[in-house]
């Protein structure tokens, strides 16, 4: 039986995006986003265990503006998907479901995420130098 | 006990096996990675700029090895279970999500192994 194209209801043209919403799926993004920081991850630990020439080709890639980038994003991505898991398992206990609330802690979450990555970020180049 | 009438059963569709294990895993290694994600944050600070020898010292910590070792398994198993819903949310074609889901079980376990593996042999003396 052939399936007739039939025409849908618009939902992301014509939804005014919300906090709720944009939180939500910046909080799966994060998610896939780690997924492929960890692949980066799991090279450097490679390349590390491999020996002194490989460990030192992997740190000059990752030091090259493109890697420090890369780092950037994933920090971003980390710090937000942390604090916004810290608000899901709030919900997950039965907390915080009031619509102020919602609101509330999702603006500290952007709030803390800034901190966290600015904050780490002074610390990490500080220390590294 | 399946609640599914004979015919319903026989045509396979409806819930998509059981998800009580799935929720409470992902909830467990979320809870488990809030502090190992700070401790890691710390670990980056201090191999950052630190040459192979550094990086051997460091990981010869008990504390730095094994606090890794957990973010590992924690975090590829967290990783696995949300990467699992991903999939399962945006992948229609069926044969096309079966390969998925098994790449991603087995390329997970896999990827996992070899950091933790990574972690002892540098751990260990390397």
């Not at chain 1, 799966?28 to 630990?45: D, S």
């Not at chain 1, 980390?78 to 898991?85: A, P, T």
């Not at chain 2, 467990?28 to 630190?50: K, N, Q, R, Y």
């Not at chain 2, 990467?83 to 229609?92: A, L, S, W």
Request: with cysteine.
């Amino acid at each position: 039986m052939a399936q007739a194209e039939r025409p849908l209801s618009p939902h992301l043209e014509i939804y005014k995006p919300q906090l709720t919403m944009v939180l939500s799926i910046t909080h799966r993004f994060t998610g896939v986003g780690l997924a492929v920081g960890t692949l980066f991850l799991t090279w450097w630990l490679i390349a590390a265990a491999m020996g002194p020439e490989a460990y030192a080709f992997t740190q000059w890639i990752y030091g090259t503006w493109l890697g420090y980038l890369v780092l950037f994003g994933f920090s971003v991505s980390l710090f937000y998907h942390l604090c916004n898991g810290i608000r899901h398992l709030f919900w997950d206990v039965g907390l915080g479901y009031e619509m102020e609330t919602v609101y509330r802690s999702g603006w500290s979450v952007v709030a803390a995420t800034a901190v966290l990555t600015f904050a780490a970020w002074v610390i990490g180049l500080g220390v590294a130098g | 006990m399946s609640f599914k009438t004979p015919l319903g059963r026989v045509a396979g569709l409806g819930s998509a096996k059981e998800g009580t294990g799935h929720w409470w895993a992902q909830r467990l290694t979320a809870v488990a990675l809030v502090p190992l994600s700070f401790l890691f944050v710390v670990f980056v600070f201090a191999f950052a700029g630190a040459d192979h020898a550094r990086a051997v010292e460091l990981m010869g910590n008990p504390l730095v090895a094994v606090t890794l070792l957990l973010f590992i398994v924690a975090g590829f198993y967290h990783m696995k279970l949300g990467m699992q819903v991903v999939i399962e949310d945006y992948v229609h074609h069926e044969g096309a999500k079966t390969v998925l889901l098994v790449g991603l079980a087995l390329g997970s376990f896999a990827l996992g192994m070899a950091a933790v593996f990574a972690v002892l042999k540098l751990a260990f003396g390397s």
